[in-house]
Nanobody, 125 residues
Framework: VAVEESGGGLVQAGSSLRLSCEVF????????VGWFRQVPGKEREFVAA????????YYTDSVQGRFSISRDKAKNTVYLQMNSLKPEGTAVYYC???????????????????WGQGTQVTVSS
């Protein structure tokens, strides 16, 4: 399975961006697709995830109400709509696929087997 992110860029605080994650290969109905972000010197941080089968969504507290994750099953693509961006949201954003997921493991990077190369998001103040 190959994963490719796109949509990053440089924006001002308060702006919006939509990231896309295209998955080349099968996503199992038992699986999930997650978004993570990382800044230099820090661990990769969970942002949001979506269950492939029923579209259940999960968010880290800091983005709840501002970010929205969705999927287009026909296109094997997951989107992360990011509104009201803040400077602390500056990071490389990664998309990843977990073939078999459940609620209590969706936020842990170690369960995701396939990762993209990441897309840079920079939010200026």
């Amino acid at each position: 399975v190959a994963v490719e992110e796109s949509g990053g860029g440089l924006v001002q605080a308060g702006s919006s961006l939509r990231l896309s994650c295209e998955v080349f290969g099968r996503i199992f109905n038992s699986g999930a697709v997650g978004w993570f972000r990382q800044v230099p010197g820090k661990e990769r941080e969970f942002v949001a995830a979506i269950m492939w089968s029923d579209r259940s969504t999960y968010y880290t507290d800091s983005v709840q109400g501002r970010f929205s994750i969705s999927r287009d099953k026909a296109k094997n693509t997951v989107y992360l709509q990011m509104n009201s961006l803040k400077p602390e949201g500056t990071a490389v954003y990664y998309c990843a696929v977990d073939d078999w997921s459940e609620t209590d493991r969706m936020s842990a990077p170690r369960w995701y087997g396939d990762w993209g190369q990441g897309t840079q998001v920079t939010v200026s103040s």
